[in-house]
């Protein structure tokens, strides 16, 4: 059974400041990974997918990466913005079954001024 | 872009009482699900939809049915509602099942 962790579950840093948020998962075989923003109380907003295939994904300041033989996946936040703060969710799509996501249970980030 | 919206923000209702929660999307996605948020669990998917009145159970059926006859609505009933289906209640939908999925901004249902 697929398990996905993220580690710190919260993180502090002075505005902009560079960031990595981590993401694992214990099984390779996956066929794509997505990462997600949630601001309190709301619903989850999509911030990048990274197909198996890939080994990163760029949108803006956000730069995610994929490394799936060590089951791990970062998302790096550049020059941070208190606007950032929010949690960060990844989950996994796994080969095979390609519809049903595994979450993490998130990293809240708090971005400080 | 996108749109997917759920029929209402908060809702609370009283054990036993059948309560439905609606989704609608505006993009023609042939894929609609349904996840409950709990604190420490994450997320977890109750139940999905890939075609007009076709449905796949998730990880956590149980307590809960769907209905799809409309390819913009999904809605997700709860027969008889309990205390332990207080929860975050999320709605998603994608164009293919491995494509990236778009949430609705949620309902936080409490029952008592």
């Known amino acids: 059974k697929q398990e996905v962790t993220q580690i710190p579950a919260a993180l502090s840093v002075p505005e902009g400041e560079n960031l990595v948020l981590n993401c694992s998962f214990t099984?390779?075989?996956?066929?794509?990974l997505q990462w997600f923003r949630q601001d309190p109380g709301k619903g989850l907003t999509s911030l990048l997918l990274i197909q198996s295939s890939q080994r990163e994904q760029t949108s803006g300041r956000l730069n995610a990466s994929l490394d799936k033989s060590s089951g791990r996946s970062t998302l790096y936040i550049a020059a941070s913005q208190p606007g950032d703060s929010a949690t960060y969710l990844c989950?996994?799509?796994?080969?095979?079954?390609?519809?049903?996501?595994?979450f993490g249970t998130g990293t809240r980030l708090q971005v400080t001024l | 872009d996108v749109k997917v919206t759920q029929s209402s923000r908060y809702l609370v209702k009283r054990t036993g009482e059948k309560v439905f929660l609606e989704c609608v999307q505006d993009m023609d996605h042939e894929n609609m699900f349904w996840y409950r948020q709990d604190p420490g669990l994450g997320l977890r998917l109750i139940y999905f939809s890939y075609d007009v009145k076709m449905k796949e159970k998730g990880d956590i059926p149980e307590g809960y049915s769907v209905s799809r006859e409309k390819k913009e609505r999904f809605s997700l009933i709860l027969e008889s509602a309990s205390t332990n289906q207080t929860s975050m209640y999320l709605c998603a939908s994608s164009l293919y099942l491995s494509y990236e999925q778009y949430f609705g901004p949620g309902t936080r249902l409490t029952v008592t």
């Open positions: 989950a996994v799509r796994p080969g095979g079954t390609a519809s049903k996501l595994t």
């Open positions: 099984d390779s075989a996956i066929y794509n």
